[in-house]
């Protein structure tokens, strides 16, 4: 079970968490997909109480032009981050991600090339 609020499209080097996916995507290539826990104040709303047995997550998608979008979901507690595979990642974002989030990730998959 997942829960999300909105989600925002980071242009690379806008901040020190976005410096951080960028060189995480940079040392993983083959990836489009990667979750972290939140960095304090990194939203602008509170994320408030993920619920009991979850904890607030951040899905980082890679698009097809450099930026990346965060979406902050609730994910289960023991879901570790650095296990978590790729595919199952594509399945939460799709069960999740607003239509926009969708959209940018279609367009990605439809040939725009990576920087």
């Keep these: 079970m997942a829960r999300n609020l909105s989600g925002k499209v980071v242009a690379s080097g806008a901040d020190v968490t976005a410096l951080a996916d960028k060189a995480w995507f940079d040392a993983h290539p083959e990836r489009d997909f990667m979750l972290r826990d939140p960095a ?66 279609a367009a990605a998959l439809a040939g725009a090339p990576r920087v």
């Design 40 to 105: 304090p104040l990194e939203f602008r709303e509170p994320l408030g109480d993920a619920g009991e047995g979850f904890s607030w997550r951040v899905l980082i998608v890679r698009l097809g032009d450099g930026s990346r979008l965060r979406l902050p979901i609730s994910l289960a507690w023991d879901l570790h981050n650095d296990h978590a595979k790729e595919q199952h990642l594509a399945v939460i974002f799709e069960q999740v991600a607003p239509e926009q989030a969708r959209v940018l990730r």
